[in-house]
């Protein structure tokens, strides 16, 4: 990481804490009880977490992985919406910077980002002092940029910008956490317009009205339904064969990739 070309053009940012290798930049975010407007980044996990007790795996020095320490009076039945805000914020700025990937880079529910149908993008966003109003948000945010190798077991529905862009030399990761950053914190008023975030999220998402597969995280039952959009507590609401709904949310529900 170029911390260099970090410097400065953070402005929102009060403490960068980089480290060549860590654990995970949500567990030192979350053990060193850092102030708000900080930011962890790395080079390299060595055991990076994903949702649902999962693993993120990360190349060593090839993508983003980072953590932003943030406060916001966020309700609780408007944690979800930060969900919807980070991943929006990301897409948005993914295809500002490679306008050739735009119509192929889309949200998936309920924070992932895809391109050509492939997860370049997991959010993992943890709460500290949930009682408070003015909730402290650890939204970690791994970004695969310029990985073109990926393990077996996950090569069929994991990609990179660099690996679906064809492109050969690297893509900066520095440019795209500056813009990230930027977007993210101008933006912050999206969060208190619940029905124009939402709209925004799905204008990106292209799920209503598509055929999608699901599985049940209670008992692991594959089914499908036909997308018809977000309720607005940013639940899935999905239609069956026989046209009854159903509305799920994060936790319920992983969509698969078919
Ligand atoms: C997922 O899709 O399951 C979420 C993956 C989130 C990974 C990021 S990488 C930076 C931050 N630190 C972690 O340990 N996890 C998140």
Not at 108 to 130: A, T
Request: hydrophobic residues 40%.
């Amino acid at each position: 990481m170029n911390l260099l070309s970090l410097k400065g053009s953070l402005p929102d940012i009060k403490k960068v804490f980089y480290f060549p290798e860590i654990e995970s930049t949500n567990l030192y975010a979350k053990s060193s009880n850092l102030d708000e407007d900080s930011l962890v980044i790395t080079d390299y996990q060595i055991s990076g977490k994903g949702r649902f007790g999962r693993v993120w795996k990360s190349i060593p020095g090839l993508n983003l992985c980072f953590t932003l320490v943030k406060k916001l009076p966020l309700n609780l039945d408007e944690l979800q919406l930060l969900n919807l805000y980070t991943a929006y914020s990301l897409v948005c700025v993914l295809k500002n910077l490679f306008p050739k990937l735009e119509k192929k880079l889309i949200l998936k529910w309920p924070n992932d980002i895809l391109l050509s149908n492939k997860k370049i993008c997991g959010i993992l966003i943890e709460v500290q002092n949930l009682k408070n109003k003015n909730k402290k948000f650890l939204i970690g945010i791994g970004l695969n940029v310029n990985q073109t190798d990926f393990p077996n077991d996950i090569s069929e529905n994991a990609s990179s910008l660099k690996k679906e862009s064809k492109q050969s030399s690297d893509i900066s990761r520095e440019s795209i956490l500056i813009n990230f950053i930027k977007f993210f914190y101008e933006n912050l008023s999206l969060l208190k317009d619940r029905q124009a975030l939402i709209n925004s999220w799905m204008a990106s998402s292209a799920i209503v009205d598509k055929k999608i597969t699901y599985k049940q995280h209670e008992d692991g039952l594959e089914q499908t339904g036909i997308a018809k959009g977000l309720d607005n507590d940013c639940g899935l609401i999905i239609e069956f064969p026989d046209k009854k709904r159903k509305t799920f949310y994060s936790g319920e529900i992983s969509l698969l990739y078919k």
